[in-house]
Every structure is written in structure tokens, then in C-alpha cells.
């Protein structure tokens, strides 16, 4: 019934649109990882089921009515009375690169309940993809890991793109502890060349991602910014360098950059060619930079095709020894 279920948070991004007098204008923009995955994959024509909880509030009507308009299935999506929806003020470097400063004290997506993850949606899924921020919290904890339980019992693979954000952990090692949790129960995991060298372990990439590798894996990706990205699979590993673009605004890009790894994995598996995977992923993340905000910088299939055709960014390819 659905290609993926994303469950996670789900955040208003207030972010500067445009400066009047040398003072930034701010509007509030819908994002939170997991959702920018669901309309990430919605966007590239696969039907997506968003688990969550919001406030019952202004902000809360603002993220459920922007995904349900990107064409993302929300009846997952409780509305709290009790707690606000999750805020974070982004500031943009001169680069694009933003920072976070966070307002989450007791946030509505902390709250998931587990009552509300049931074994009938999972089970009409073919992808749970999660995070870790969930886990940060006892009630959206349980939630997470009862639907990751169900999703083992139902050998449906689990997706997780870690997105370590400290600020939003009272302890940094619970947060890195629930890194490697959920990446030893995943089959596709994406993190960035810092989360990764967060994680722990020494000596290169390689050497990294090895540490962490465990027979349920199939894919894990480095996102690597400006750089590009190194997709690793029981064969070896891909090197592709980043497509060239105006990046105004990085928010989003690894989440669009997941989103495609998953549109192509739901397609093909893995009976594909992973260097065309990885080269439509880091288009699809190059793109994501080229708009402001986060799901609204999400490409569709036809803007990622156009840059396949008008970039040919060097892949290399080394197997596995
Ligand atoms: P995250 O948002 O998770 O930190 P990244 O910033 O690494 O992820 O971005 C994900 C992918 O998007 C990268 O692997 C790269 O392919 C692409 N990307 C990100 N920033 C740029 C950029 N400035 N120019 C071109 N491609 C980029």
C-alpha cells in the first residue's frame, strides 16, 4: 500500500527569505528530516505514509497541510493538545551552509505514541526509514522501536539517516549510542562525513563504515557536502563527485539525497547499477541547494534527469577487498 513510512519529527523552520534594510525577513517553512523524506520520495512518484505528532496549532496545520499537499499520507499524524509543535530559527552562512538554533522543550514529535504505531500500516509497507531523534525521548523512543520491531517481524527493511543534531540531546553519548543502534538494525543508512567520524572508531572512511558494517546492511552512503558522496555496498564503494550548482541554501540536501537512494532501491533493489544511484542521489541533494527551504527544494524526477543530462560527474568505483 505504501513504498515507504517515514516516523520521526516534524519541525517548522523559521528562515530568512530576503533582507529589507539590512534586516533579514524570516517565514516559517515546514521541514524535519523524516518528512522532508516522505515528500522527497512523494515528489519522485512513490506513495508515502508520515508517522508523527504535532501541535494543535497554527505551525502544526502549516507541516500537516504542506505534506499533504506535496501528495504525502498524513492520517499518521496525531494533532497534541498538550505540547507545540517543534521550532528551529535557521540562519545561512554566505555560503548557504545554516545553523540550527532550536526551540524544543517538550515538542509534540517527542510525544509519538506508541498506540498510534500499529503492525497494519508497517506491515503494507516496503521501507521504514527512522532517524535518531526519536529515541532522545521515553514516549517517541518507544514509539520508534516498537515500529522498527514490527518491521524485523515483518523482514521490512529499515532505512535510517542518523541526522545527529546535539543540541536537541542532554547526553551526546545516548545520541551516539542511538546512531549505532539504529544502524545496526538497518539494511540503508546515509550519514555525513562528520556523523560518521562522531560514531566513533578510528583511522579512514573505510576503515569507519567497515567498524560499522554488519550483514543487514546493503547500502550506506556518506554524504560528503560540496564534495559529493561514497555509496558503499557488499561490492565495494562509489565515488561520486558533486554536480556544480548555485547552493543557496544546504537545507534539505541530504535529506533529497536519501529520498533518491530509496526511489531508486524501491525501483530496482539492488539489481542496478549503484553508479547511476549515487550519481541521481547527489544530483538530486545538489538540487535541493539550489532553493531555499526544505521540502520545497525537494527536486522531482524530471528536474534530477535534466542535471544527469547536462553533468557527467567523475564516479569511480573501488571493490571490495
Ligand atoms: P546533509 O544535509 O545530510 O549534511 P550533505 O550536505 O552532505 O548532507 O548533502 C547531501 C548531498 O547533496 C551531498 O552528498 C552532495 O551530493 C549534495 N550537495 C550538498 N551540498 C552541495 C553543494 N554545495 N554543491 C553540490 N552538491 C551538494
Excluded at 285 to 307: F, R, V, Y
Aim: charged share 20%.
Amino acid at each position: 500500500m505504501w513504498d515507504i513510512i517515514c516516523l520521526g519529527e516534524l519541525f517548522i523552520d523559521l528562515m530568512p527569505h530576503a533582507k529589507v534594510e539590512g534586516k533579514w525577513l524570516y517565514s516559517p517553512s515546514p521541514g524535519g528530516a523524516p518528512g522532508n523524506v516522505a515528500v522527497g520520495l512523494a515528489r519522485l512518484g512513490h506513495k508515502a505514509l508520515m508517522l508523527s505528532r504535532v501541535g494543535d496549532d497554527a505551525f502544526g496545520r502549516l507541516i500537516v497541510n504542506a505534506l499533504q499537499t506535496y501528495g504525502v499520507d498524513v492520517f499518521g499524524i496525531a494533532f497534541s493538545r498538550e505540547e507545540k509543535t517543534a521550532l528551529s530559527v535557521v540562519t545561512l552562512g554566505e555560503d548557504g551552509d545554516r545553523a540550527f538554533m532550536f526551540y524544543h522543550d517538550h515538542p509534540a514529535d517527542l510525544h509519538i505514541d506508541p498506540k498510534t504505531v500499529t503492525h497494519r500500516e508497517i506491515v503494507q509497507a516496503k521501507i521504514l526509514h527512522i532517524g535518531v531523534l526519536p529515541l532522545s525521548a521515553p514516549q517517541s523512543g518507544a514509539a520508534q522501536r516498537k515500529a522498527m520491531d514490527i518491521a524485523d517481524a515483518s523482514r521490512l527493511p529499515i532505512s535510517c539517516d542518523v541526522n545527529f543534531r546535539p543540541d536537541l540531546w542532554s547526553d551526546r553519548n545516548a545520541m551516539l549510542a542511538a546512531g549505532r543502534f539504529i544502524i545496526s538494525r538497518s539494511a540503508i543508512v546515509k550519514v555525513s562525513e562528520e556523523e560518521l567520524l562522531a560514531l566513533g572508531g578510528t583511522g579512514t572512511l573505510d576503515e569507519r563504515v567497515a567498524a560499522l558494517w554488519h550483514d543487514k546492511l546493503e547500502l550506506f552512503s556518506v554524504s560528503l557536502g560540496a564534495q559529493g558522496a561514497v555509496l558503499y555496498s557488499r561490492e565495494g564503494k562509489h565515488t561520486c563527485a558533486a554536480f556544480v550548482v548555485n547552493a543557496i541554501d544546504t537545507t534539505g540536501a541530504g535529506d533529497a539525497y536519501t529520498a533518491a537512494v530509496l526511489s531508486g532501491y524501491l525501483k530496482d533493489g539492488l539489481e542496478q547499477s549503484l553508479e547511476e544511484l549515487v550519481k541521481s542521489a547527489c544530483a538530486a541533494g545538489a538540487l535541493a541547494t539550489t532553493k531555499k527551504g526544505a521540502m520545497e527544494s525537494l527536486p522531482n524526477s524530471t528536474d534530477i534527469k535534466q542535471l544527469l543530462n547536462q553533468q557527467k560527474p567523475t564516479v569511480s568505483f573501488l571493490p571490495r577487498i
